[in-house]
């Protein structure tokens, strides 16, 4: 079932223009989560299966998105060399702008909540963005009202609005849902995935859903708007993405930040998968679905890899 991508080909014939920067958006490995099935004793025609999104260039599912975004503006005429590229952020979104900019020879100014991890920041320093911190206590959607009056202010700027803007879901809808039902052999049954802008849960759900139209889809969220999940909203509370369509969800399942903590340990330790708090959160879910069925393929997104959060401390316990 496991379908391993050849990836030798792009990885070592590639050089540093902005299309072979490109073409490494995508084609992620598939990987099967046996040992979390097994600890979740689910029954043997149950298999649960994950993305591996830190394979992207820049280091998550983001690079998707961001490279649809900017493709869709440059077809447009909207985004001309030279420009600057502007949107809020907190953080692997930045990264994946910030990296096409630099390739493509775009301006890159993010607005993004002051206290986004000293990670992040150095990273998109390193990429030569321009950031403009906002107030931490307002979180994301304070760095998107700061973002639309930068906008407002600058016509002439690109503002790429990933809230809003189809080309952000349409990039899952053309790439990640074709590759989970290839890699599958269309065996999907249930698709789960963490809602942050939900680009990834619209864009993937939508096409597998045209692909099965008995696909289960699960929107994974944060239990409170306080929690250690970054890059997902808490969308009761959260100002709702335009993109986001609430009745694409067949259930919507919730996880508390402890549970996501202890999985992202468990992944670590007994999958030797070295996850984001998002990633484990997401299998936190679909481990929750996959209890439910008595035979089915369970697929999830993990959105980037630890690297990001090493600071915390719950690696330690
Ligand atoms: N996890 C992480 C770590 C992210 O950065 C994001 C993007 N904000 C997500 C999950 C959610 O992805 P999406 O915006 O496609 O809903």
Do not use: C
């Amino acid at each position: 079932m496991l379908q391993t991508i050849d990836r030798t080909v792009s990885a070592f014939q590639t050089d540093s223009s902005p299309d072979s920067l490109a073409a490494q958006v995508g084609n992620t490995p598939l990987l099967q989560l046996k040992k979390v099935a097994e600890g979740a004793s689910l029954p043997a025609a149950v298999n649960i299966y994950a993305k591996a999104e830190w394979f992207n260039p820049s280091g998550s599912v983001k690079d998707r998105a961001a490279l649809n975004i900017i493709r869709t503006a440059e077809w447009t005429g909207r985004l001309e060399p030279g420009m600057t590229l502007l949107d809020s952020t907190s953080g692997n979104m930045g990264i994946a702008y910030a990296m096409f900019g630099a390739a493509r020879g775009y301006h890159v100014t993010l607005a993004l909540p002051a206290n986004a991890s000293r990670e992040r920041i150095a990273t998109l320093e390193a990429y030569g963005a321009e950031l403009i911190k906002t107030d931490p206590l307002e979180g994301s959607d304070g760095a998107m009202r700061v973002a639309q009056e930068l906008a407002a202010e600058n016509p002439d700027y690109f503002y790429a609005d990933q809230y809003n803007n189809p080309a952000n879901w349409q990039a899952h809808y053309h790439t990640t849902a074709n590759e989970i039902w290839a890699q599958t052999n269309g065996a999907v049954t249930d698709f789960v995935a963490g809602l942050g802008t939900s680009g990834t849960f619209m864009g993937t759900t939508r096409r597998l859903k045209t692909l099965n139209p008995e696909l289960v889809a699960t929107a994974m969220q944060p239990d409170s708007p306080f929690n250690g999940l970054e890059g997902l909203k808490h969308m009761a509370t959260a100002i709702k993405p335009g993109i986001y369509d609430e009745t694409l969800a067949d259930a919507i399942r919730t996880v508390r930040t402890e549970e996501a903590y202890q999985m992202a340990q468990t992944l670590a330790r007994r999958e030797g998968l070295f996850v984001g708090i998002s990633a484990a959160a997401a299998v936190v879910a679909a481990v929750a679905v996959a209890r439910t069925l008595e035979t089915g393929t369970v697929v999830t997104v993990l959105p980037d890899n630890g690297l990001k959060y090493l600071s915390e401390r719950f690696w330690k316990e």
